[in-house]
T-cell receptor, first 110, second 118 residues
Framework: SQQGEEDPQALSIQEGENATMNCSYK?????LQWYRQNSGRGLVHLIL?????REKHSGRLRVTLDTSKKSSSLLITASRAADTASYFC??????????FGEGTQLTVNP | DAGVIQSPRHEVTEMGQEVTLRCKPI?????LFWYRQTMMRGLELLIY????????DSGMPEDRFSAKMPNASFSTLKIQPSEPRDSAVYFC????????????????FGSGTRLTVV
């Protein structure tokens, strides 16, 4: 069963705009991770945020985590056409299982 | 490091045949995971190993599926006999656990094996 649920399921924006994707989960976690998957390819790890962290940055990526609301958001600033991909959040609870959501399909139009 | 290496990249087989998928994790990683991805069910964890020992195989669909990790650098996922509903992309991933439930970073995924059972 899926632990995380992404919102929206699909997002289409223009190059240069910011993209925000949200993730909600149900149980307590050790960490939450975001991955990108280009069509026909494997998943690429973007960022990991631990349960005791609230915000993390990596280049044009900004991730927030609100454990009281059991939610996270991924912000991609100044989007590029190359950012077009599916983005997945994944949660890891104790016991080392990484459970993925259904993903958000992001399309960045040039 | 060449990353997680999976083989074959593509496999087309007839129903009833045995299929073996292979994975070489990143050297030094002590956890290995097999996932299956389909449009209908998304990414599903099939089984994972810590230090070559299977920890949780509750995601393995049925007895037709089996996985082994004979050493730290190699794992196989076998389907016997294969059925059309097994058609999916199968991913192997590895990571480093530095303590119980504590990871040093994210998972590294292989490029996947696209399995088609006709």
């Amino acid at each position: 069963s899926q632990q995380g649920e992404e919102d929206p399921q699909a997002l289409s924006i223009q190059e240069g705009e910011n993209a925000t994707m949200n993730c909600s989960y149900k149980t307590s976690i050790n960490n939450l991770q975001w991955y990108r998957q280009n069509s026909g390819r494997g998943l690429v790890h973007l960022i990991l945020i631990r349960s005791n962290e609230r915000e993390k940055h990596s280049g044009r990526l900004r991730v927030t985590l609100d454990t009281s609301k059991k939610s996270s958001s991924l912000l991609i600033t100044a989007s590029r056409a190359a950012d077009t991909a599916s983005y997945f959040c994944a949660t890891e609870a104790s016991g080392s299982r990484l459970t993925f959501g259904e993903g958000t399909q992001l399309t960045v139009n040039p | 490091d060449a990353g997680v290496i999976q083989s074959p990249r593509h496999e087309v087989t007839e129903m009833g045949q045995e299929v073996t998928l292979r994975c070489k994790p990143i050297s030094g990683h002590n956890s290995l995971f097999w996932y299956r991805q389909t449009m209908m069910r998304g990414l599903e964890l099939l089984i994972y190993f810590n230090n070559n020992v299977p920890i949780d195989d509750s995601g393995m669909p049925e007895d037709r599926f089996s996985a082994k990790m004979p050493n730290a650098s190699f794992s196989t996922l076998k389907i016997q006999p294969s059925e059309p509903r097994d058609s999916a992309v199968y991913f192997c991933a590895s990571s480093l656990a530095v303590g119980t439930g504590i990871r040093s970073g994210g998972y590294t995924f292989g490029s996947g094996t696209r399995l088609t059972v006709v």
